[in-house]
Nanobody, 121 residues
Framework: QVQLVESGGGLVQPGGSLRLSCAASGTIFSINAMGWYRQAPGKERELVAAITSGGSTNYADSVKGRFAISRDNAKNTVHLQMNSLKPEDTAVYYC???????????????WGQGTQVTVAS
């Protein structure tokens, strides 16, 4: 069994900051990419940021220069530092990991339960 557990969401004023964290646990053999997606009401889920096991990063244009993704491979954790938050960043944020479970030979995508981020004054 694999679990991805997110933390760090909440309510913040425009211009403020939040840090999201996600920890992957269970019978994990290895993890490729980890990332954060978000889904606002009435919209499709979209990629926010992703990071490979080697540290290469990819960001949505809308968050470049404001958000920073990082990971700790030894702890199977990924973090998203969100600065200069805007009301349009309001969404449920989901952690994602492409990982291989012990005893298997394929990588699959796993998702966290989501954490709400609300940016409002």
């Amino acid at each position: 069994q694999v679990q991805l557990v997110e933390s760090g969401g909440g309510l913040v004023q425009p211009g403020g900051s939040l840090r999201l964290s996600c920890a992957a646990s269970g019978t994990i053999f290895s993890i490729n990419a980890m990332g954060w997606y978000r889904q606002a009401p009435g919209k499709e889920r979209e990629l926010v940021a992703a990071i490979t096991s080697g540290g290469s990063t990819n960001y949505a244009d809308s968050v470049k220069g404001r958000f920073a993704i990082s990971r700790d491979n030894a702890k199977n954790t990924v973090h998203l530092q969100m600065n200069s938050l805007k009301p349009e960043d309001t969404a449920v944020y989901y952690c994602n990991a492409e990982l291989r479970v012990v005893g298997t030979y394929v990588f699959r995508n796993y998702w966290g339960q989501g954490t709400q981020v609300t940016v409002a004054s």
